[in-house]
């Protein structure tokens, strides 16, 4: 199995052989129908993709950007030829392989994040800055149901959790457990709920009080309700997720059947260009530049 560190060089690779190479590769199995391009997927990697779509609209693209499956609907989509271009904020498995064998899934990076867990601000004003990794697996297995069990205010815990098949919940059952295995089922407790996507998980936080949740950073970002916890005393920083000090992040990638062609093409070699590269960085993401990896055009 690859470490993280040879995964990202290898999705790295990948990412600029798919700039690069496309055009002049023959063997072109994403779907293009001429008309309108539609992507499916991860509400992580929606914001970037509808930034894009909108400059990629005044150059004459028809764009449809749908982030309400998450990535593993987006997968699902896109393996079952409802949609060109799958968001993803998870890499693809031998499950999702197994299930659509006759699809060529072909990953492009287009950036990474990091998956701060995140929680109300009192939680952090009472004196909780850090967790450990063993308290995280307790509290997300609802054995967690006061913050002052962890040396924080005693206020009573509210567990948020991603729903299965959310790149979210896969990077913390990694980092957790470790890869491929997941995570043990809700734990039947009344202070435990499953959501879905950044923008429903960042208002259920804010409105309860000794909520947690595993969230993107950079869905975080201006709203003074919310802190995140250090992870065994790291902080979720660009540096620390470039240099891998800190576990819990993940690539993002637009995956498509196949080398991309047509208007996935222009869609992707965009958003790996410099001017898309700077969508990637608005959204609190890190670069390809910042990985290492220089963008295209």
């Not at 729903?163 to 957790?176: I, Q």
């Amino acid at each position: 199995m690859l470490s993280l560190k040879e995964f990202r060089s290898s999705a790295i690779v990948a990412t600029l052989a798919v700039a690069l190479f496309a055009a002049a590769t023959p063997a072109a199995h994403a779907k293009d129908s001429g008309g309108t391009l539609s992507l499916a997927g991860s509400t992580t990697v929606s914001p970037v993709a509808n930034d894009a779509a909108t400059v990629l609209r005044k150059r004459g693209l028809t764009i449809t950007v749908d982030d309400s499956g998450g990535s593993g609907g987006g997968i699902a989509q896109l393996g079952a030829g409802q949609v060109d271009v799958a968001m993803s904020s998870k890499p693809i498995t031998d499950d999702d392989r197994k299930q659509f064998p006759d699809v060529r899934f072909t990953p492009t990076e287009i950036g990474e994040d990091a998956v701060g867990i995140v929680v109300r601000r009192e939680v952090v004003r009472g004196g909780l800055h850090s967790i450990t990794k063993d308290q995280l697996r307790q509290l997300f297995e609802g054995k967690i149901s006061n913050w002052k069990e962890l040396g924080g205010p005693d206020l009573k815990v509210f567990v948020y959790d991603k729903e299965p098949g959310r790149g979210t919940r896969e990077v913390l059952d990694k980092f957790l457990y470790g890869p491929g295995v997941k995570g043990p089922p809700p734990p039947d407790v009344d202070f435990y709920a499953v959501i879905g996507g950044n923008v429903e998980a960042r208002a259920k936080v804010e409105s309860t009080r000794g909520a947690v949740v595993p969230l993107s950073v950079a869905f975080v970002k201006s709203h003074k309700k919310l802190a995140v916890l250090a992870v065994d005393g790291v902080q979720p920083t660009a540096e620390n997720v470039k240099n891998m000090t800190y576990g819990l992040s993940r690539p993002l990638f637009l995956i498509t059947n196949g080398k991309p062609t047509g208007s996935a093409k222009k869609f992707i070699d965009f958003v790996v260009s410099t001017k898309g590269q700077a969508l990637v960085q608005t959204h609190g993401y890190l670069t390809l530049a910042q990985l290492d990896c220089k963008p295209q055009g």
